[in-house]
């Protein structure tokens, strides 16, 4: 079964940045489209950005455009998302996983493998 692992989360000021990584266990991350999620306390978890299989194409919600970019690294077999320009509305837990294509990614219909515990982002003064 698919599982990650998420990691580089923290407290950061507003206009701050953070790079998260999310390292996958048992398989190779470049043949799934892999997408980066947030769950803030009491809201729905939710996509915010995908990096597609074929052809390392992009997406993101209007909310993180041009502040948020999700990037591979397949020797590494990690997917990063580096965090620029935080607001305290990106307070959340980031998770990674994989849904069936990024079309599909925001709120999923099915996603590959469990989710993992996730890295808690917290941007506060």
């Known amino acids: 079964q698919l599982q990650f692992v998420e990691s580089g989360g923290g407290l950061v000021q507003p206009g701050g940045s953070l790079r998260l990584s999310c390292v996958a266990s048992?398989?190779?991350?470049?043949?799934?489209?892999i997408a980066w999620y947030r769950q803030a306390p009491g809201k729905e978890r939710e996509g915010v950005a995908c990096?597609?299989?074929?052809?390392?194409?992009?997406y993101y919600q209007d909310s993180v455009k041009g502040r948020l970019t999700i990037s591979r690294d397949d020797a590494k077999n990690t997917v990063y998302l580096q965090m620029n320009s935080l607001k305290p509305e990106d307070t959340a837990v980031y998770y990674c996983?994989?849904?069936?294509?990024?079309?599909?990614?925001?709120?999923?219909?099915?996603?590959?493998?469990?989710w993992g515990q996730g890295t808690q982002v917290t941007v506060s003064s």
């Open positions: 048992g398989f190779a991350l470049h043949y799934y489209a």
């Open positions: 996983s994989a849904p069936i294509a990024c079309s599909d990614y925001v709120r999923p219909s099915h996603l590959f493998g469990s």
């Open positions: 990096i597609s299989a074929s052809d390392d194409n992009t």
